[in-house]
C-alpha cells in the first residue's frame, strides 16, 4: 500500500503530521511515521481508540487563510447522507457519510467543503458530542 498523508489528531490535543499504510478502519491500530523522522524509521504505534479523528489530507500545511465552509455547494454532490458531527472539544465538521455505525469504533466523513485540505476524516465516535444527520 502507498503511503498516505495523515494527520493524527489525539483526543487529547496531541497532533501528529506523518504518513501511514497501515490503517483500516476495522483495526484497532495503526502506524504513522512522522515527517520529523527519516525515511527508514519505522514510525510509532498509534491507538485508535485515544484519537479525536484521523484527517486525510492533500498536504501537511494547508492553507491557514481558508475557511471552511459548513454547508454543501450547489452541484454534484459526494455520495451518502450528508451530516454534522460536533467533537467534544467543539469543532463541527460537515460532509457526508457512506456508514455511520454508532456500534463501531469510527466512520468516514468526506467534507462538504471541496476546497478543504482534507480529503477524508475517520471520526473516531467516542470523541463526538453530537451527530446530526441533515
Known sequence: M???????????????KGYTSDFFP????FHVRPIEIGPADKGIE?????????FFVKDFT??????????FNEGPQPPG?????TFADGEVLVGST????P??????????????N????FVVSASMSKFRYL
Not at 502507498?2 to 490535543?13: L, M, N, S
Not at 494547508?62 to 454547508?71: R, S, V
Not at 447522507?81 to 458531527?85: A, I, L, T
Not at 463501531?104 to 478543504?116: L, Q, W
Open 62 to 71: 494547508g492553507n491557514p487563510a481558508h475557511h471552511e465552509m459548513k454547508q
Open 46 to 54: 498509534v491507538a485508535v481508540k485515544e484519537l479525536k479523528a484521523l
Open 81 to 85: 447522507r450528508k451530516m454534522e458531527v
Open 2 to 16: 502507498e503511503p498516505i498523508k495523515v494527520i493524527v489528531r489525539y483526543a487529547d490535543g496531541r497532533l501528529v
Open 26 to 29: 476495522n483495526k484497532s491500530v
Open 118 to 121: 482534507n480529503l477524508r476524516v
Open 103 to 116: 456500534n463501531r469504533i469510527g466512520f468516514f466523513v468526506t467534507p462538504a467543503d471541496s476546497e478543504s
Open 98 to 101: 457512506l456508514g455511520y455505525d
